[in-house]
């Protein structure tokens, strides 16, 4: 009988992640996959889409090049190098990944593995014919791109995530579903390549989830780089429009309106790979669609946890790896390391957004009086340097004890910067305590330290708001 300690479903960030800190507790563990490792994140979302953002930015970036007094002349850009290089970077890390599974000792399992009633009172997980069996068990399957229940899904020019990676060219025109992280980074990539692109969002503004005035902004960043939006458009159906074209019908103000691409991205979220992961019987409590867990990620089997994508909420790699590390720490009775409940998130735009805590508005709806700070990047030097787009950095804090609530940011490197807040909300820092620190100069990162003295209306580089004066 093949045992082990932990069994590990799904090499994604969050599995591979949870399986490594099992192998560093002492734990003989194994973890089935049945693609390659990294899951979603690594080949065929987080990375590569990062990546193709790069490429096609600096592509952009080059034809602007006269703003700072270089010319170029003839800048073009090679597709198929573009994929190449973005898959260059997924088997790099990939690689990397075998290599810290081998490294820990950690056995590989390819195939599917689906999770089997108790035997005896030890998890039991099958792959193909064979089945291993685990005192513990971490279900970290992960998810798979939504479809959309409307005719013509099933067309060969509707694709989501995965076909339009699988394309070997640009789109001369993209018609994009849905206004979210996703919709809005491949609206990114491929308005930067020149491609005509348009976004249909059934809710009333793009990035919906964010605060307002990052998605106002964002919507009037993409409409002056030609992407063409439209809100509140509710689609009803695709249909094959001939000179190889294909065509989304959608509800707009009363009116049936129309646009038209090469292709049609179907990007209206993720949903839970379930089907198949549980044999009859062995099914855990469920939340609609989603793995029911508690605080730790114990299903209601002894025994088996559940991580990531499958139990709902904020659908991030990080997110994910956080979830793995707290559930092998329950597994090993050892305290946490990581507060899972505040997870920062980035858009990978030009000019890039992160949010984590609390918006102004939530915070309201929560019954909670705030204080805000607020500063304009484009007093920033740095960001005069580089000449950005128009962007801010907002610091929401508690009124009275000034603790960080939350931030919302939108400007160069703001996925990089946002982990300042992050650490200043999970460890209850106030306002005085963050500015404790002296920010170096010229950066992007001096613009947090104005948007947090613009609390008490004593930022150095912004026009005071007359009632503070």
Do not use: W
């Not at 690689?95 to 399992?109: A, D, M, P, S």
């Not at 030609?226 to 707009?252: C, L, N, P, Q, W």
């Not at 991205?265 to 044999?279: D, N, S, Y």
């Amino acid at each position: 009988m093949d045992k082990y300690d932990l069994i590990v479903i799904g090499a994604g960030p969050g599995g591979y992640v949870a399986a490594i800190r099992g192998a560093q507790k002492g734990l003989n563990v194994a973890v089935v996959e049945a693609d390659r490792v990294g899951g979603t994140c690594l080949n065929r979302g987080c990375i590569p889409t990062k990546a193709m953002i790069h490429a096609s930015s600096l592509y952009r970036e080059m034809q602007k090049g006269e703003r700072f007094g270089v010319y170029a002349e003839g800048v073009s850009f090679d597709y198929g190098k573009i994929c190449d290089y973005k898959q260059e970077t997924v088997d790099s890390l990939v690689g990397g990944v075998e290599q810290l599974l081998k490294g820990n000792r950690i056995t590989v399992i390819q195939g599917r593995g689906v999770l089997l009633p108790p035997e005896d009172g030890v998890n039991a997980v099958s792959v193909g014919e064979d089945v291993y069996y685990a005192d513990n068990v971490i279900l970290a399957a992960g998810s798979k791109p939504a479809s959309l229940p409307v005719e013509g899904t099933d067309l060969t020019k509707v694709i989501n995530s995965d076909g339009l990676f699988a394309l070997d060219h640009a789109p001369k025109q993209l018609v994009i579903i849905g206004g979210g992280v996703i919709g809005v980074e491949f609206a990114t990539v491929f308005s930067n390549l020149g491609s005509e692109v348009t976004i249909l969002e059934a809710l009333p503004k793009i990035l919906d989830n964010f605060d307002k005035e990052i998605s106002q902004n964002l919507k009037m960043i993409l409409k002056k780089r030609g992407v063409d939006i439209h809100t509140s458009a509710m689609v009803s159906r695709f249909e094959d429009a001939g000179d190889d074209k294909v065509t989304a019908f959608y509800e707009e103000k009363g009116k049936e309106q129309s646009a038209s691409g090469d292709y049609i991205l179907v990007a209206a979220g993720r949903r839970p790979v379930t089907e198949g992961l549980f044999a009859e019987d062995a099914e855990p409590e469920m939340n609609g669609r989603y793995v029911k867990v508690d605080d730790a990620f114990r299903t209601s089997i002894h025994g088996v946890y559940a991580i990531g994508d499958l139990i709902g909420g904020i659908q991030l790699a990080h997110a994910a790896s956080a979830h793995g590390i707290r559930a092998v720490e329950a597994i090993c009775d050892s305290s946490g390391t990581q507060n899972v409940s505040v997870v920062p998130a980035g858009v990978y735009t030009d000019p890039e957004i992160a949010i984590v805590g609390l918006t102004e508005a939530q915070a309201k709806d929560q019954g909670i009086d705030v204080i805000t700070g607020k500063f304009i990047m484009s007093a920033n030097g740095k960001s005069l340097i580089t000449k950005e787009e128009r962007g801010f950095i907002k610091v929401v804090a508690e009124a009275g004890s000034e603790k960080i609530l939350g931030a919302q940011m939108m400007c160069a490197r703001a996925t990089d910067m946002i982990g300042e807040f992050t650490t200043a909300i999970v460890n209850d820092l106030t306002v005085p305590d963050m500015l404790r620190s002296i920010m170096s100069h010229p950066t992007y990162s001096e613009g947090i330290g104005e948007a947090l003295e613009d609390v008490h209306g004593m930022s150095l580089h912004t026009v005071p708001r007359p009632s503070r004066r």
